[in-house]
């Protein structure tokens, strides 16, 4: 793996570090889930070969580092009695502090709608092997309010959009942790090279910017009233210092708005962060 150092100085107690990480894609499986999900495994395995070894340098890195690490997502490529023992076995060799991505809930790649009812046939089964609940989560450090939420189907929920208003009214500094990143300008041109190639896998991504998006990306990707609150709520909020984020597979920082930093980490590389 390659590593970024990052320092966020937001008003911390007392400075503390975390390793963030996403998207390592584990593509795990045996003769337990049968031979279709072993071919799936096979061929999946070649997109992302190195997800064993980045997944065994972010335990690494970790405990040299004695911190703790933030996920935002994709740890598995998709739901497996192997993949989920592999999880299993990462949230007990570290602190892991995570945030769903849409592969967690992935029965099998690419194979039906991703939606609420879709993701909770295995929902109970994934949550079982983490430590933190993986669709919203917040903890206390030394005066900072770390949380994480599951957006990885490009929507927030109105239970979750409830509850990151309760803990903003905490007024601490805050860092957000998210599967996807939330629209600006800047990132949509950075995913889309100025939009000759579509679509941007972003949050919010304003109607006249998808006019060009297949039908079917149209309607997955498009926000509704409850996730547009979620996004006036968190771009118009003066807690939140930083969103760290995944599901992009590549690196890349910008302002999200002029007091939000929004850090993307992509696939091989841990951003070592310390908060002061």
Request: with cysteine; charged share 30%.
């Amino acid at each position: 793996m390659k590593y970024i150092e990052q320092t966020l100085n937001i008003g911390a107690a007392r400075p503390f570090s975390f390793l963030h990480v996403s998207d390592t894609h584990l593509t795990y499986a045996d003769e337990r889930d049968g031979e279709r999900k072993v071919r799936l495994a096979e061929n999946r395995s070649k997109i992302f070969p190195d997800a064993p070894q980045n997944l065994a340098d972010t335990v690494l890195k970790a405990k040299e580092l004695d911190c703790f690490v933030a996920h935002t997502g994709d740890l598995i490529d998709f739901v497996s009695q192997k993949n989920l023992e592999e999880a299993k076995a990462f949230t007990d060799a570290v602190d892991c502090f995570m945030a769903a991505g849409n592969h967690e809930f992935s029965l099998y790649v690419g194979e039906a709608k991703e939606d609420a009812e879709y993701r909770n046939q295995s929902l109970d089964k994934v949550q079982s092997v983490f430590k933190n609940d993986i669709r919203f989560s917040s903890r206390k450090i030394n005066g900072i309010n770390l949380i994480s939420v599951d957006n990885s189907y490009y929507l927030f929920e109105q239970w979750q959009t409830d509850r990151l208003k309760q803990e903003l009214e905490l007024s601490m500094p805050t860092i957000l942790f998210l599967h996807t990143p939330l629209y600006s300008a800047e990132t949509y041109d950075f995913c889309t090279k100025d939009g000759t190639e579509l679509p941007a896998y972003l949050m919010s991504v304003p109607d006249e910017k998808m006019k060009r998006y297949s039908p079917d990306r149209y309607e997955q990707q498009k926000q509704d009233e409850i996730t547009r609150e979620a996004f006036e709520l968190i771009t118009n909020s003066k807690n939140i210092k930083a969103i760290f984020a995944g599901h992009l597979h590549k690196d890349f920082e910008a302002c999200l708005t002029p007091t939000i930093m929004q850090f993307v980490t992509g696939i091989g590389t841990g951003r070592i962060v310390t908060i002061k």
